[in-house]
């Protein structure tokens, strides 16, 4: 049953059926046929990537990192201007964030809902004086509205410009 159905669906995704039946596939909406219902279902793509646009030094603890270059913003959730991403729709949200510290510096980071810390990151190498990189992912069910920022939950934090980001997308 599910390889007949499965080779249905691939078939249909190549040739449809009907000349005017067609698969639209984009960034903004994933447009897809649902076998259970037998109909077509659309989906909206939320999913943001951004990165710092230059070095910051000495954000205190309790401030927001705000990532000011966006590589990928679809479902328009990310605010370049104070760092804050709006979940769209309610769901279940994939967030990852990469932190490099400069030479015998630390960055002790944080994945903020509404306020609150969820998850924690840890980037400390002052004894070899050395560059220190660390990543951080983490799943979060979130409700539409709810706000979401990489905070500094002990400063003073210091990062580097295009090799610090933070992205996220629903699932």
Not at 6 to 31: A, D
Not at 51 to 77: C, M, P, Q, S, Y
Not at 124 to 153: E, F, P, W
């Amino acid at each position: 049953m599910y390889v007949y159905e499965t080779c249905i669906l691939f078939k249909f995704m190549i040739k449809p059926l009907h000349s005017n039946e067609r698969i639209h596939i984009s960034f903004e909406t994933l447009r897809y046929f649902d076998w259970m219902s037998f109909s077509f279902l659309e989906k909206k793509v939320v999913a943001f990537d951004v990165r710092l646009n230059h070095h910051v030094t000495n954000i205190a603890t309790n401030g927001r990192v705000v990532f000011g270059t966006v590589d990928l913003n679809e479902g328009k959730g990310y605010d370049p201007s104070t760092g804050i991403f709006t979940a769209p729709a309610s769901g279940m949200y994939v967030f990852d964030w990469t932190t490099l510290t400069p030479r015998g510096k630390y960055a002790f980071t944080s994945l903020v809902v509404n306020g609150k810390i969820k998850s924690w990151n840890y980037c400390n190498d002052t004894i070899s004086k050395a560059h220190q990189i660390c990543s951080k992912m983490t799943v979060v069910k979130l409700k539409r509205g709810d706000k979401i920022s990489i905070g500094v939950y002990s400063g003073p934090a210091n990062m580097q410009s295009q090799f610090t980001s933070f992205s996220g997308y629903k699932l």
